[in-house]
């Protein structure tokens, strides 16, 4: 309750815009992963003076943090009696990993994307030699939640959605100069991986010794190692915070 006094006495609120906006600021600048779908203000009149309620549930994910700290003990307090305590390294560790375990959220998550189709899933499918049925693709590849929504695996294998996949390469080591940037998301994740490995494999330069026999041919990279790096960086993302970035 803000505008009410430690002793129960009602203060009120003079500047509710300017409140307001500061508590929607907080909410959705300042929490990962972002909680405004379940943390709801609402204003009210007592006493004729202006309170605002904040209704604030149990999340629905093991463990929020501050951004600017991240998911490191600063980031990270647990609330302990009536005292907010810093979690310890371990007890991050564990609630973060329960994201991946325990919760299934990539298909419990609501989808953010309402346009959901999946013609180019069926043609990657169809290109492996795989005919998908139009009628079983949603429940073969449990592309709803439990509320029959579509959820965030559905919105990752759709055509289209807001999902960036980027590729930005500097000039030189310290990140002062971009020389190229590409994005190749906002489709179906398997065609945004084969347009970022089709990118790398063109950045792959060959450098050829012609002084020896047989010709000697040194590669950039050893696009298999990279390739590898960037499907775990895909599959093993939280896409509830962030998508994977790779910087060449």
């Known amino acids: 309750m803000i505008g009410v006094a430690d002793n129960g006495d009602i203060v009120g609120v003079e500047r509710v815009d300017e409140t307001l906006k500061k508590l929607s ?4 600048d300042q929490i990962e992963p972002n909680p405004q779908d379940i943390v709801r203000p609402e204003l009210k009149f007592e006493d004729g003076k202006n309170l605002i309620f904040l209704s604030i549930p149990k999340g629905d994910k ?6 600017k700290f991240g998911y490191s003990s600063s980031g990270c307090p647990i609330r302990i009696g009536t005292t907010c305590k810093e ?20 298909l ?8 959901i189709s999946f013609r180019a899933l069926k043609v990657y499918y169809a290109e492996k030699a795989y005919h998908l049925l139009p009628k079983s693709v949603e429940a073969n590849f449990n ?13 990752l294998l759709s055509d289209q959605n807001n999902i960036p996949m980027i590729f930005v390469k500097f000039k030189g080591l310290d990140r002062a100069s971009i020389s190229a940037r590409s994005d190749y998301g906002y489709c179906c994740i398997i065609s945004a991986f084969e347009k970022l490995r089709d990118r790398l494999i063109a950045e792959n330069i060959c450098i050829s010794d012609t002084t020896v026999r047989p010709r000697l041919d040194t590669y950039l ?6 390739t590898e790096a960037v499907i775990n960086s895909i599959v093993h993302n939280d896409w509830t915070i962030s998508e994977p970035l790779v910087s060449f």
Do not use: H
């Open 25 to 28: 600021d907080v909410i959705t």
């Open 62 to 67: 093991n463990i929020y943090c501050i951004k």
């Open 87 to 106: 979690m310890t390294p371990q007890q991050i560790r564990i609630r973060y990993e329960k994201n991946f375990t325990e919760s299934e959220y990539m």
């Open 108 to 115: 419990e998550t609501r989808a953010r994307y309402a346009d």
């Open 143 to 155: 592309l709803r939640t439990k509320n029959g929504e579509y959820n965030l695996l559905a919105e």
């Open 221 to 226: 990279f050893n696009i298999d190692c990279v």
